[in-house]
Nanobody, 115 residues
Framework: QVQLVESGGGLVQAGGSLRLSCAAS????????MGWYRQAPGKQRELVAT???????NYADSVKGRFTISRDNAKNTVYLQMDRLKPEDTAVYYC?????????WGQGTQVTVSS
């Protein structure tokens, strides 16, 4: 089982950028698909981006063109570059496999975008 620790969140103005990191305690090289998820207050957790071991990426329509997922298998780290942030991007962001494994959920990292 891989333990995941998210970091990099914070408070940013609309239009700004943040880069989230997800550090894994073990190797993620064998994990085919890693994903970033988010949960806004009062809403269900949603998948926003996935990245395969081979480099294929997919994004939710709401973030397409603004967010970029990447993974460094040698460093066992997954990143989410978030540009042109909007207030509706405010949420706690998590990383996990895709589909997610229940035991892999970490604390997440809070992203707050002010208008």
């Amino acid at each position: 089982q891989v333990q995941l620790v998210e970091s990099g969140g914070g408070l940013v103005q609309a239009g700004g950028s943040l880069r989230l990191s997800c550090a894994a305690s073990g190797s993620i090289f064998s994990i085919w698909i890693m994903g970033w998820y988010r949960q806004a207050p009062g809403k269900q957790r949603e998948l926003v981006a996935t990245g395969t071991r081979g480099g294929t990426t997919n994004y939710a329509d709401s973030v397409k063109g603004r967010f970029t997922i990447s993974r460094d298998n040698a460093k066992n780290t997954v990143y989410l570059q978030m540009d042109r942030l909007k207030p509706e991007d405010t949420a706690v962001y998590y990383c996990n496999t895709s589909p997610p494994l229940p035991d892999n959920w970490g604390q997440g990292t809070q992203v707050t975008v002010s208008s």
